[in-house]
């Protein structure tokens, strides 16, 4: 009897040992499951993201890639304690920064990593603006360029979105101490154009007239408050079209800025205009656009008008520009809402004797 009584006791101990184990199994794989459809909310969060790329920074500088990817693993410190490390890709972009900068912009193929996150697994490449040389004056370009993009999200959601970071980059032949800076991701084009319904259009044929014409208004409006001349809608320098897919679409085109480092709220040291663009340097402003009315261009920059205390605010508030320089970037745009506050005529004679007949 009393070994049957404990051979009793043995299985049930035995079954609650297993059920309590497949519960603990179901558990984690539940937690696994849930935590790949967590999203990181890359671009709806301001909060600075820090993380770490190593790479052969030899042979990143050496060939600056534009082509082949270089083998790299970054790692997003989530917290102190935690982070994600994957192994992905890496090659440089765009033309004159690969020129003049130490580091080039970088695009980084995360195509494979997985990181767990649904944002983040659905993305292919993430370009990322780094600073341009290692000093003070440039840590102050990239945190001004960056303010740019979020001046212009303050005017439209259909605008590129961007995130500040910290970045580590660690050589991994070992030969070069370890080199930390300030840098911004851009929003992938897919995310921007998932997000607003629309497809991006590649042709370098378009003109300003194929761009929905409150949107031309809006976006040469404040290239030229913010003093940038390097963009174009024809062969699409600087400028990326999207065409919303809805029924009652124009046809037309809405037309998004990017890269601001040629710009007079920047004003970087190698940013110096060629002869043919009219101007001495970047702080001067220019004003290119196709021409409309008087009475546009006083509703066009009446919209300007009303966002003046948000875009002040955008500046004012962030915490990682020194006084100084958010000084410098108030003042340039002083010099933009002092022509509206005064004599709103004269910024309007200014406009339509600039403008273009394209």
Same mark, same amino acid.
């Given at each position: 009897?009393?070994?049957?009584?404990?051979?009793?006791?043995?299985?049930?101990?035995?079954?609650?040992?297993?059920?309590?184990?497949?519960?603990?199994?179901?558990?984690?794989?539940?937690?696994?499951?849930?935590?790949?459809?967590?999203? *990181?909310?890359?671009?709806?969060?301001?909060?600075?993201?820090?993380?770490?790329? =190593?790479?052969?920074?030899?042979?990143?500088?050496?060939?600056?890639?534009?082509?082949?990817?270089?083998?790299?693993?970054? @790692?997003?410190?989530?917290?102190?304690?935690?982070?994600?490390? $994957?192994?992905?890709?890496?090659?440089?972009?765009?033309?004159?920064?690969?020129?003049?900068?130490? *580091?080039?912009?970088?695009?980084?193929?995360?195509?494979?990593?997985?990181?767990?996150?649904?944002?983040?697994?659905?993305?292919?490449?993430?370009?990322?603006?780094?600073?341009?040389?290692?000093?003070?004056?440039?840590?102050?370009?990239?945190?001004?360029? &960056?303010?740019?993009?979020?001046?212009?999200?303050?005017?439209?959601? @259909?605008?590129?979105?961007?995130?500040?970071?910290?970045?580590? *980059?660690?050589?991994?032949?070992?030969? =070069?101490? /370890?080199?930390?800076?300030?840098?911004?991701?851009?929003? /992938?084009?897919?995310?921007?154009?998932? =997000?607003?319904?629309?497809?991006?259009?590649?042709?370098?044929?378009?003109?300003?007239?194929?761009?929905?014409?409150?949107?031309?208004? $809006?976006?040469?409006?404040?290239?030229?408050?913010?003093?940038?001349?390097?963009?174009?809608?024809?062969?699409?320098?600087?400028?990326?079209?999207?065409? /919303?897919?809805?029924?009652?679409?124009?046809?037309?085109?809405?037309?998004? /800025?990017?890269?601001?480092?040629?710009?007079?709220?920047?004003?970087?040291?190698?940013?110096?205009?060629?002869?043919?663009?009219?101007?001495?340097?970047?702080?001067? $402003?220019?004003?290119?656009?196709?021409?409309?009315?008087?009475?546009?261009?006083?509703?066009?920059?009446? =919209?300007?008008?009303?966002?003046?205390?948000?875009?002040? $605010?955008?500046?004012?508030?962030?915490? &990682?520009?020194?006084?100084?320089?958010?000084?410098?970037?108030?003042?340039?745009?002083?010099? *933009?809402?002092?022509?509206?506050?005064?004599?709103?005529?004269?910024?309007?004679?200014?406009?339509?004797?600039?403008?273009?007949?394209?």
């Amino acid at each position: 009897m009393k070994k049957k009584f404990f051979f009793q006791v043995f299985m049930v101990t035995l079954l609650i040992s297993l059920l309590t184990g497949q519960n603990n199994y179901s558990l984690a794989q539940t937690i696994i499951s849930d935590s790949s459809k967590k999203s *990181f909310s890359l671009f709806e969060e301001d909060k600075v993201i820090d993380i770490t790329l =190593r790479f052969d920074l030899t042979s990143y500088f050496r060939t600056k890639p534009t082509i082949d990817y270089l083998k790299a693993n970054m @790692t997003i410190h989530l917290s102190k304690t935690d982070s994600i490390s $994957r192994d992905i890709g890496l090659r440089t972009y765009g033309t004159s920064r690969n020129k003049y900068c130490q *580091f080039a912009p970088i695009e980084l193929n995360i195509e494979k990593a997985q990181f767990g996150y649904s944002d983040l697994n659905k993305m292919f490449r993430l370009k990322l603006v780094p600073e341009c040389t290692s000093s003070t004056e440039n840590k102050n370009y990239i945190l001004k360029e &960056y303010l740019a993009y979020k001046l212009f999200n303050v005017l439209t959601d @259909t605008s590129l979105r961007v995130r500040l970071v910290t970045v580590n *980059f660690i050589d991994t032949e070992k030969k =070069r101490d /370890p080199i930390h800076k300030y840098g911004f991701f851009i929003e /992938p084009v897919e995310m921007l154009t998932a =997000r607003t319904s629309s497809v991006q259009i590649e042709s370098a044929n378009l003109k300003q007239k194929d761009i929905v014409p409150d949107v031309m208004d $809006r976006l040469a409006i404040f290239n030229y408050m913010i003093g940038n001349y390097d963009w174009s809608v024809p062969g699409l320098h600087n400028i990326l079209v999207i065409k /919303p897919l809805v029924i009652e679409s124009t046809g037309l085109g809405i037309a998004i /800025p990017y890269n601001f480092d040629w710009t007079g709220l920047v004003n970087a040291s190698y940013a110096i205009p060629s002869k043919d663009v009219g101007i001495k340097n970047v702080r001067e $402003r220019i004003f290119e656009e196709i021409c409309r009315s008087k009475e546009v261009y006083m509703k066009d920059l009446e =919209r300007f008008s009303s966002k003046k205390d948000e875009f002040y $605010r955008v500046v004012n508030e962030f915490p &990682y520009l020194d006084q100084k320089e958010k000084k410098n970037v108030i003042d340039y745009l002083d010099g *933009f809402f002092n022509q509206l506050a005064g004599n709103k005529d004269m910024l309007i004679n200014t406009l339509i004797n600039s403008c273009k007949n394209f």
